[in-house]
């Protein structure tokens, strides 16, 4: 056995896409892109390679520190494959901020890499819808990105009982930590990230977490109540906290649409520094297969000071790819995998190659998807072939039918054979 056969696995963390599991990731890029175009967004893009010090500046400790792809290149910069869109958004928009028509409304559906433990929902390759408001201020754009949130999952058929976006607002922890526990930056720093993991740990293991970053037993008490806090708790804040008052207003306006999914929930945070407002995430609720986030995102007024530019304000998302087939698998809404091809035509004889290609160019011209068998065997095999792939229409051309002018049309699905001439196939398949 030769030692230095290389291995036929995919770097750990990513995958390969055969064109049945490609076809389901299109169906959903289609619907995001679509719906985005409807809400009047437009498509940009940026490297997949930055510098890795926007990353170190903004996106926080768990991606600049733990999560990046970065090396040194030939030149003696430091750069990185990028995690995630924002801090690259901020970039090209400041770049070209005087040029550009506020507000902007863009998206981008694009492929990210993190250094993270694969795991179900999490892989170090992913692809991730970006859509971003910039140039409003609170709340329509929240209101707009829950409105097309809302719309995706309608194109999805997703069942309204089985997705819940929750949504919280960094401004109201910064007045709890501030004027309810009144801790210092450092160790509001720390409870940030502990209510950030608050759902993927038990009450005893939270409560510990708070005790070993600082909290005395009264703050840990008071923490554990603002993880319980709702609507009533919102009421009497609305008029001493801004984000109480805007996760209202937000609420108040999608009830008034008719928007049932939409839940406060405080201990939603965003892991990411740049957050300054509203932040929202989207769970799975009909079943316990996937725990993860299908998507969060957030307001980032900030972001832009980083590249010396003037803040602008600005909400998105970024709504990953692996988490949300995983969550279109579990209530069966993916379409089955089907071969774009409409009409494969058979080679009986080396003789007929001409006639065959010259009926596949035509057939083409007329935007009907054809194959062609290049090599002629027996036909038994080529109808095989095209049963297995599921190719619904055979055109068979022989020297019978060469001599009538006519080609034989089988169609795959009512097993039925139709004698036609070659310009009538097109009023059949369509």
């Known amino acids: 056995m030769n030692k230095n056969k290389l291995s036929t696995q995919p770097y750990k963390g990513t995958t390969d896409m055969y064109p049945d599991n490609l076809s389901k990731r299109e169906y959903l890029f289609n619907i995001w892109k679509k719906v985005a175009r409807k809400f009047g967004y437009e498509e940009y893009d940026t490297p997949l390679i930055e510098d890795a010090q926007m990353y170190r500046v903004k996106s926080g400790d768990e991606i600049a520190n733990k999560q990046l792809f970065n090396f040194i290149d030939k030149g003696d910069r430091e750069v990185a494959l990028r995690p995630e869109m924002t801090p690259s958004l901020a970039r090209i928009v400041a770049a070209k901020k005087n040029e550009l028509t506020f507000p ?52 999805l058929k997703a069942p309204e009982n089985t997705y819940e976006l929750k949504i919280n607002s ?50 840990v008490e008071k923490t554990i109540q603002y993880i319980n806090w709702d609507i009533t ?8 906290s801004k984000g109480a008052k805007e996760i209202l207003q937000v609420l108040k306006i999608v009830q008034e649409l008719g928007i049932k999914q939409v839940k406060f929930a405080p201990y939603i945070m965003r892991g990411l520094a740049y957050y300054t407002g509203v932040v929202v995430e989207m769970y799975d609720i009909g079943s316990k297969e996937n725990p993860r986030a299908l998507f969060g995102g957030g307001r980032y007024d900030s972001l832009l000071e980083i590249f010396g530019k003037e803040k602008i304000e600005a909400f998105g998302l970024g709504w990953g790819d692996v988490t949300t087939l995983d969550y279109l698998q579990t209530y069966n809404l993916l379409p089955e995998y089907k071969v774009n091809t409409e009409v494969f035509i058979t080679l009986m004889d080396e003789s007929l190659i001409n006639e065959t290609l010259l009926l596949s160019q035509y057939l083409r011209s007329k935007n009907i998807n054809t194959e062609v068998q290049l090599t002629p065997i027996k036909l038994a095999k080529q109808l095989k072939y095209a ?11 022989g020297e019978e039918e060469m001599k009538k002018g006519v080609v034989q049309l089988k169609d795959m699905v009512r097993k039925e054979t139709f004698e036609i001439k070659k310009e009538d196939i097109i009023y059949k398949v369509k």
């Open 387 to 397: 049963d297995k792939k599921q190719i619904p229409w055979v055109v068979v051309i």
């Open 104 to 155: 902007l409304r863009w998206f981008n559906v694009g492929r990210f890499f993190r250094y993270e433990k694969p795991q179900k929902g999490r892989t170090r390759e992913f692809y991730q819808l970006n859509i971003d408001l910039l140039g409003v201020g609170p709340v329509q754009p929240e209101i707009e990105i829950i409105m097309f949130v809302m719309e995706v999952m309608k194109e």
């Open 170 to 219: 960094r401004e109201l922890f910064d007045y709890f930590a501030k004027y309810i526990l009144d801790i210092d930056s450092q160790k509001k720093d720390l409870l940030a990230k502990a209510v950030d993991n608050y759902l993927k740990m038990s009450k005893k293991d939270f409560e510990e977490y708070l005790e070993e970053i600082g909290l005395d037993k009264e703050e």
């Open 233 to 240: 708790n919102l009421e009497k804040l609305k008029d001493k």
